[in-house]
């Protein structure tokens, strides 16, 4: 079986070129931002025109671009400072070199008195929630008096250890304290 020289020179020349090319290349490679995805540097919004000595933005490229292809004819510009419009009745008068005039911002009025506007209304003070901690105290009474009515009938027979007698004080004092009026 021989082996066709064509075929193997098609089969490993991409091998070989991309071997080439890794001895080529640099040997020390370097993450400035590890982590991060690494991506062109930032684009912005102007174009540098060789020779222009001018700055122009995107959206006026496409807009002489659009002027181009609706078949007017695209003029550059001389200076960055916009043109001064002119009005209809600035170029009937023959100055339209002169800008239009300024508008005074606000009413020519003075501002009202502040103890002549309306008020907003005054909140009316809410009075606080009732507590509930009687009604608490009492669900805590109930919960525990029978259990300690057991307690005590065993200590009066006798049949409570120390830590039972321990655990009755405990109950009593807990009683006294939320306000139970048979508590001893």
């Known amino acids: 079986m021989a082996l066709h020289l064509p075929s193997l020179i098609r089969r490993f020349a991409p091998l070989a070129f991309l071997l080439a ?6 040997t020390e490679l370097r993450d400035d931002a590890p982590g991060r995805a690494q991506a062109f540097p930032p684009v912005y919004n102007q174009t540098f025109v060789p020779g222009g000595g001018e700055r122009r933005t995107w959206s006026r490229i496409q807009a002489e671009q659009s002027r181009a292809d609706s078949g007017g004819a695209v003029r550059p510009r001389q200076s960055e400072e916009p043109q001064p419009r002119t ?3 600035h170029t009937d008068s023959g100055d339209a070199d002169r800008p239009p005039p300024k508008r005074p911002r ?3 009025s003075p501002p009202p008195d502040p103890a002549a506007l309306p008020q907003p209304p005054r909140p009316i ?3 606080p929630p009732p507590s509930s901690q009687s009604a608490t105290d009492a669900f805590k009474r109930d919960l525990i008096r029978p259990e300690v009515d057991r307690m005590r009938t065993d200590d009066a027979m006798g049949r409570l250890d120390p830590l039972g007698q321990r655990d009755l004080m ?3 004092n807990d009683l006294r304290q939320w306000g139970d009026p048979l508590a001893r």
Request: charged share 20%; glycine share 12%.
């Open 21 to 26: 090319a890794g001895a080529c290349a640099p």
């Open 87 to 89: 009005n209809s009745k």
């Open 106 to 108: 606000g009413s020519s």
């Open 125 to 127: 003070p809410v009075p």
């Open 170 to 172: 405990r109950r009593e």
